[in-house]
């Protein structure tokens, strides 16, 4: 996916003005809460209950991302 200057700009602006309006509502709730995750590109995502939708859609997606690496997309 092409992010042009332009969107890239305007995403680390909303980034880095909404980052401590994240962390002071994490810190306001009652109970835990993750402020800063840092998650490795290739980790599957840990969900308590699969369905079958989901997991198709997920296979999808991981199958797409391969072609796109090896077509160069």
Known sequence: MYDSPIQRAARAAVNKR?????????????GPAIVDCIVAVDELPNIPHIELDLASHYAIAKIKEAVMAVAGG
């Open 18 to 30: 909404t980052q401590k309006e994240r962390r002071a509502e994490s810190f306001a709730v009652d």
